[in-house]
């Protein structure tokens, strides 16, 4: 039980952090229907320039709390990420608006790799160790003293995604910004005819994507303890796969396929050992019972595979249920 | 049709001669790719006036009007709204000038509620109480609206959808409003209704250029017309007119002539 509770925890983390980042991939795809493959190296790039500031704030031995050096990482990877969101759209996207849908998913992935490329460049080729500032206190969970705990990391992370999600939905269904961003996505055309800056509104879209993705950038290399310029690649993959899980272009769909994506991701890490454990079937072989009486352990997939859930998510969510579990379907759209 | 629907006096007979019209169009040219769909219109609208464009499906009406807001790219020619070239200007900039359109097919944001619909129509608007007083407005011209003021537009009936494009378009506070079609695939009752508040918002003193395949209607409810076919202006004069005229009794309006 306390396995479950510990896997449930880091799970919803983990999920939270999931669902910030499938926000950005769902929020673009709503309103300009792109995939904007670029978005995981975002999500990097607010990890590093984050990752800079600490550490040039605790070797310099500011006399600030750790917390308020997190903070100020965060306070400049956000409009730096911002920064890069708006420059993707005006300069990449915008120009191939009416092109093929092919032109911009292309360009997208070419854009991932011309990040991830410039960050190699910048920040160097190997994984830089974030520096664990903030003193981690785990609280148990259960009376069991080697039981599940939640850490302050986990709990503050948790706190700014929620507070994150709450923002933004505010922002989109209460603001007039919001309800205009909403008509966009659904009728361009239309939207300009009520007096709306459709190119402004796209702009807009990708500046909160950027400033949303650099937050969780910082939120993982917090967690992690570290930070690479290949990072935002398997994250943006599993993020993207969260927003397909709850339907694409839908922002309640993301919240609900991240924090889903990184419950299953961690559940399975957490027993997928225990599971494909073969000693479950000593009886049946002479070698495999002489095997077992060594190592009680012989596991065929570890936890190793943790990454592996997400895309069998990702693969059974496209061939049974294609638009998403909170997604319409695509002949609702007409 | 019932003797309600009549247009107010003309404008043009009030005041003639006195004053630009609020839209021209010179010489216009649209073109989707290499095909040209309207091929060098002359048209003008004066302030006031209420001005029919008809024509067959595929004369070139609706892009007509996609060539004054901005949708379509003009080939050629020159669109002057207010004695102010806007050729080729964004449909965004032109709403703040008093332009509004209600686009074929009404295009209402069917996610959106009636509300949030209504309030998109005052975008360019700043004065809270002056959109909260035109929405009541609204709601009274359209009372079914208010009923449902909470639901999206999706869920509305194609009439219903036409008075929420109506309404919406009247929440900018135009001066010259575009309508493309707006009795498209609505009830007979349904399109009396449209054309009721169509002469209501005429008499309020808007501009307005109405694009109709209801030749018949059009002609009763408006004080000048155009007629359009394969993008040329074929035929253009004073409604009563163009009603009496054989040419178009017999193209248009199932008489024999």
Redesign the interface.
């Known amino acids: 039980m306390d396995i479950f509770i510990q896997q449930l925890i880091n799970g919803v983390t983990l999920g939270s952090v999931y669902a910030i980042v499938a926000l950005g991939y769902t929020m673009v795809y709503g309103i300009i229907q792109l995939i904007n493959f670029a978005h995981g190296e975002v999500v990097m790039i607010g990890a590093m320039v984050a990752y800079s500031v600490i550490v040039a704030l605790a070797g310099a031995g500011a006399p600030l709390p750790p917390l308020a050096i997190v903070l100020a990482g965060a306070l400049v990877a956000i409009p730096v990420c911002m920064a890069v969101g708006f420059t993707l759209e005006r300069v990449a996207y915008r120009p191939l608006r009416r092109a093929p849908r092919l032109a911009p998913l292309i360009t997208a992935i070419g854009l991932s790799i011309i990040l991830q490329h410039l960050a190699m460049i910048v920040w160097s080729r190997n994984p830089l160790p974030y520096p664990q500032i903030v003193k981690s206190v785990s609280y148990h969970l259960t009376g069991n003293p080697n039981g599940a705990t939640i850490t302050n990391v986990q709990i503050a992370i948790l706190a700014v995604s929620v507070a994150m999600m709450a923002g933004l939905m505010a922002l989109v269904y209460k603001t007039?910004l919001g309800?205009?961003m909403?008509?966009t996505a659904?009728?361009q055309?239309?939207?300009?005819?009520?007096?709306?800056?459709?190119n402004k509104v796209i702009a807009l879209t990708f500046v909160i994507a950027g400033g949303l993705g650099s937050v969780a950038g910082v939120m993982v290399g917090t967690y992690y303890g570290i930070a690479h310029y290949q990072m935002g690649f398997l994250l943006g993959l599993k993020a993207f796969s969260a927003a397909v899980l709850g339907g694409i272009g839908n922002l309640a769909g993301a919240m609900l396929g991240g924090m889903l994506l990184g419950i299953i991701e961690a559940l399975g890490a957490g027993y997928v050992g225990d599971l494909t454990n073969l000693c479950h079937f000593a009886d049946w072989s002479e070698a495999l019972a002489q095997r077992c009486a060594v190592d009680p352990n012989v596991v065929l997939f570890g936890s190793n595979y943790q990454d592996v859930f997400a895309f069998i998510v990702l693969i059974l969510v496209l061939v049974f249920r294609p638009s998403g579990l909170l997604g319409e379907r695509v002949a609702d759209r007409a | 049709m019932s003797a309600s629907l009549t247009p107010g006096p003309s404008p043009a007979m009030r005041e003639r001669g006195d004053v630009t019209p609020l839209l021209a169009l010179e010489k216009l040219c649209v073109a989707y790719g290499g095909i040209q769909a309207v091929k060098g219109i002359d048209l003008t609208v004066g302030r006031g006036e209420l001005v029919c464009l008809i024509g067959a499906n595929g004369a070139g009406k609706t892009t007509t009007l996609k060539g004054i807001?901005?949708?379509q790219p003009v080939r050629s020619g020159r669109v002057v709204y207010d004695g102010e070239d806007i050729t080729g200007q964004?449909?965004?900039r032109l709403?703040?000038r008093g332009l509004?359109?209600v686009?074929e097919g009404r295009?209402v944001?069917?996610?959106?509620t009636i509300e949030?619909n209504l309030?998109?129509?005052a975008?360019?608007r700043r004065d809270r109480q002056g959109v909260a007083a035109d929405v009541e407005r609204v709601f009274e011209l359209f009372p079914r609206l208010k009923e449902r003021r909470r639901q999206t537009a999706g869920t509305l009936s194609g009439g219903e959808q036409q008075m929420l494009a109506m309404g919406?378009s009247l929440m900018?506070k135009p001066r010259l409003l575009l309508l493309d079609e707006p009795s498209m695939g609505l009830a007979p009752l349904m399109v009396q209704k449209v054309f009721e508040t169509v002469l209501r918002v005429s008499a309020e003193g808007v501009t307005i250029l109405l694009i109709e395949q209801n030749a018949k209607l059009a002609l009763e409810v408006s004080h000048r017309g155009y007629v359009m076919e394969s993008g040329e202006i074929t035929l253009a004069g004073d409604s009563k007119q163009l009603l009496g005229d054989p040419a178009v009794r017999a193209a248009y309006l199932g008489a024999s002539a």
Do not use: C, H, K
């Not at chain 2, 944001?109 to 959106?112: E, H, K, S």
């Open positions: 007039r309800i205009a909403r008509a659904q009728n055309a239309v939207a300009g005819l009520m007096g709306i800056d459709v | 807001t901005g949708l964004p449909s965004f709403v703040q509004a359109m686009p295009g944001f069917g996610g959106l949030e309030a998109m129509g975008y360019t919406r900018s």
